[in-house]
């Protein structure tokens, strides 16, 4: 299958840091991207669908200004959680799909943010 | 909001047992995938199923797409301590939103 990689895998960070996370598409040129979050042992939750080009649409709920999403190439899709709070500690995924048309989306490995 | 059901939403089997997960909605999806996540990793993907009533078996585990096209089941004969973890299951319509279910933790005991 495709591969998707997230930078970093882990990161730790102090409240009221911003954090970037990146999503990058290593053997395909990926029109649409996601980004969920993950609590332990509960499901994925949309947070944002990032189409290349514009702007990304976020899930009801999820406060875009705190929440950056940037889909500036074909292959790389960055989240940044702007002054983090502890509350935004999880697991954060990201997947990508070639095609519009497809039902297939590949999966990053996931970033693990803590916030003290 | 088209919400996908999950249940069980835990088990705990021995290894050697047979288990039948079940993902249900009252929506109509054109097509359901189904993902097997570990315990700080992504999901992945198993199996894509987009015709009604649609089987699909992938060594010993089997997944039914219904009639109508709004749940689905996963079936593993003869679990292995190697098939613990979280299985997901999600729908789409337009390939381009993907609603996954409430999820199920699977854990098989040596």
């Known amino acids: 299958g495709a591969v998707v990689s997230q930078h970093p895998s882990r990161v730790i960070c102090k409240s009221g840091t911003s954090v970037k996370i990146e999503c990058r598409s290593l053997d395909f040129q990926a029109t649409t991207m996601f980004w969920y979050r993950q609590f332990p042992k509960q499901s994925l939750m949309l947070m944002a669908t990032s189409n290349e080009g514009s702007k990304a649409t976020y899930e009801q709920g999820v406060e875009k200004d705190k929440f950056l999403i940037n889909h500036a190439s074909l292959t790389l899709s960055t989240l940044t959680v702007t002054s983090a709070h502890p509350e935004d500690s999880s697991f954060y995924i990201c997947?990508?799909?070639?095609?519009?048309?497809?039902?297939?989306?590949?999966f990053g490995p996931g970033t693990r943010l803590t916030v003290l | 909001t088209q919400l996908l059901e999950q249940s069980p939403q835990f088990l705990s089997i021995q290894e050697g047992e047979n288990l039948t997960v079940y993902c249900n909605s009252s929506s109509v999806f054109s097509s359901l995938q189904w993902y097997r996540q570990e315990p700080g990793e992504g999901p992945v993907l198993l199996v894509t199923?987009?015709?009604?009533?649609e089987v699909k078996k992938l060594k010993r585990l089997t997944f039914q797409f219904g009639d109508a096209r709004k749940d689905s089941s996963l079936h593993i004969t003869a679990a292995q301590p190697g098939d613990t973890g979280l299985y997901l299951c999600a729908g789409s319509n337009t390939g381009n939103q993907f609603y996954f279910g409430t999820g199920t933790s699977l854990t098989v005991i040596p």
């Open positions: 199923v987009v015709t009604g009533g």
């Open positions: 997947s990508s799909k070639w095609d519009r048309s497809t039902d297939t989306q590949y």
